[in-house]
């Protein structure tokens, strides 16, 4: 899994790559964490544009930032989520809860 | 009659689910499966080896999870096996949610059932715990009974 930071002056945009799974979730968590400590008060954006597989244990990862967030008034954003992301974030039943958006931070479309 | 299987003993760590996953991934593209489907199957096999090194083993780096692949020309049939701790209700455990951890979000069991067209789960405390999926491809022709 890698990781691009881009931090702007309302959002922190983490930019994923790879597999979010059990291997993964350890180290997302503590690099998202960190960049949530260095940069207060700012929104979260995930682009998950390059992700290529999550499943509940990356999923609890994203839970968790939300959680942790939203009590601050802060907001945690999934960009680029593509179809096969979004299926797994419907039968979480994630999408009532997280703002998932199908265009990437820069407006760009996701490939079906 | 089975096409192909596969045999997988991998350690009870982290980094080898998604070995597991590939493996699964590359004997269903075998048979007729969509993208989509393959994507579905690789989700609960996931979750299934998730839950024997998490659950079974408590993180334990020296337990043996067994995977068992069958291709058949029914699709897939996916055995996973533990010796961990195995479950004193399968019942409860299969339930969403029934996680004592407030990251880990208990929908493993979920999404095998979502995603696969049959699941099995056998277990008892001290024994371990055995996982058996299957998966037809949408697109398999499907043969009346009564013409087999």
């Known amino acids: 899994m890698q990781m691009v930071e881009r931090v702007g002056a309302e959002a922190i945009v983490m930019e994923l790559a790879g597999e979010l799974d059990l291997h993964a979730a350890p180290r997302l968590r503590a690099e998202l964490d960190r960049s949530l400590d260095r940069h207060p008060g700012r929104d979260l954006v995930l682009d998950l544009s390059r992700v290529t597989f999550i499943d509940s244990s990356g999923l609890g990862v994203l839970l968790g930032r939300h959680r942790r967030l939203e009590p601050t008034g802060r907001h945690l954003v999934l960009a680029g989520v593509s179809p096969g992301i979004r299926d797994v974030l419907t039968v979480a039943g994630l999408t009532h809860v997280l703002a998932v958006r199908d265009q990437t931070h820069t407006g760009e479309g996701v490939d079906a | ?148």
Do not use: C, W
């Open chain 2, 1 to 148: 009659m089975t096409a192909n299987q596969v045999r997988l003993d991998l350690l009870g760590i982290p980094a080898n689910v998604g070995i597991a996953r590939i493996t699964a991934a590359a004997l269903a593209a075998q048979a007729s499966f969509s993208l989509p489907e393959i994507e579905e199957l690789k989700v609960a096999v996931s979750e299934a080896v998730t839950n024997a090194i998490v659950h079974g083993y408590r993180d334990d780096p020296a337990g043996i999870v067994t995977i068992r692949l069958s291709l058949t020309d029914d699709g897939v049939v996916i055995v996973v096996e533990d010796h961990g701790v195995g479950m004193e209700d399968v019942t409860l455990a299969r339930q969403a949610a029934f996680s004592s951890d407030p990251e880990r979000m208990g929908l493993g069991f979920v999404f095998m059932e979502t995603f696969m067209d049959a699941l099995t789960v056998e277990s008892a405390p001290r024994l371990g715990t055995t996982i058996t999926m299957a998966k037809r491809p949408q697109s398999a022709p499907r043969v009346a009974a009564d013409a087999r």
